[in-house]
T-cell receptor, first 113, second 115 residues
Framework: GESVGLHLPTLSVQEGDNSIINCAYS??????FIWYKQESGKGPQFIID?????DKRQGQRVTVLLNKTVKHLSLQIAATQPGDSAVYFC????????????FGTGTLLAVQP | DTGVSQDPRHKITKRGQNVTFRCDPI?????LYWYRQTLGQGPEFLTY????????KSRLLSDRFSAERPKGSFSTLEIQRTEQGDSAMYLC?????????????FGSGTQLSVL
């Protein structure tokens, strides 16, 4: 996607198409990853997670792929709907006692009806 | 509603004033986190509690910021002598460990505007 306005990468898709949102994470030692969806004025909403010992996990209409070799995470949304329009964030867990999440730069998904 | 609850949803204040936000986590969760989010950015970690103990604070949390979780249930975040740069969405999240995973559930946030 290309940066727009607030420098958020944007992905524009037609309703019914599949969407793929990409994320590069920073720490090769991270062992847990989560995708969150955030609608305007709301807090992040959990979508799907994956541990580092897996490379693929499927949910309802969503699939997360993890490539540890290149530190890359992707979120695939099947049959994208207008209600999927939101900012999507990937988050990585560095591990350790705190288990805090570090968020990446979001991607704005705009679904055209 | 059994999710994470934050109050108020919006706060407008003048520079130099003190503000306090409240977070009520999911009742069975023992971990509570505060994050800050500015427009167009992902949430940034501020601090973390396990029960009533504050176990980690980010360098983002200046001396003007203080967080408490006195009884291991709700938490408050206070900002003293607010500055315009404090304007942001303040998010609270809670979690309970599932195996070794840490799934955070977020509230809707408190949007702070410092004039």
């Amino acid at each position: 996607g290309e940066s727009v306005g607030l420098h958020l990468p944007t992905l524009s898709v037609q309703e019914g198409d599949n969407s793929i949102i990409n994320c590069a994470y920073s720490n090769s030692a991270s062992d847990y990853f989560i995708w969150y969806k955030q609608e305007s004025g709301k807090g992040p909403q959990f979508i799907i997670d994956i541990r580092s010992n897996m490379d693929k996990r499927q949910g309802q209409r969503v699939t997360v792929l993890l490539n540890k070799t290149v530190k890359h995470l992707s979120l695939q949304i099947a049959a994208t709907q207008p209600g999927d329009s939101a900012v999507y964030f990937c988050a990585e867990n560095y591990g350790g006692a705190t288990n805090k999440l570090i968020f990446g730069t979001g991607t704005l998904l705009a679904v055209q009806p | 509603d059994t999710g994470v609850s934050q109050d108020p949803r919006h706060k407008i204040t003048k520079r130099g004033q003190n503000v306090t936000f409240r977070c009520d986590p999911i009742s069975e969760h023992n971990r509570l986190y505060w994050y800050r989010q500015t427009l167009g950015q992902g949430p940034e970690f501020l601090t973390y509690f396990q029960n009533e103990a504050q176990l980690e604070k980010s360098r983002l949390l200046s001396d003007r910021f203080s967080a408490e979780r006195p009884k291991g249930s709700f938490s408050t975040l206070e900002i003293q002598r607010t500055e315009q740069g404090d304007s942001a969405m303040y998010l609270c999240a809670s979690s309970s460990r599932e195996g070794s995973n840490e799934k955070l559930f977020f509230g809707s946030g408190t949007q702070l505007s410092v004039l």
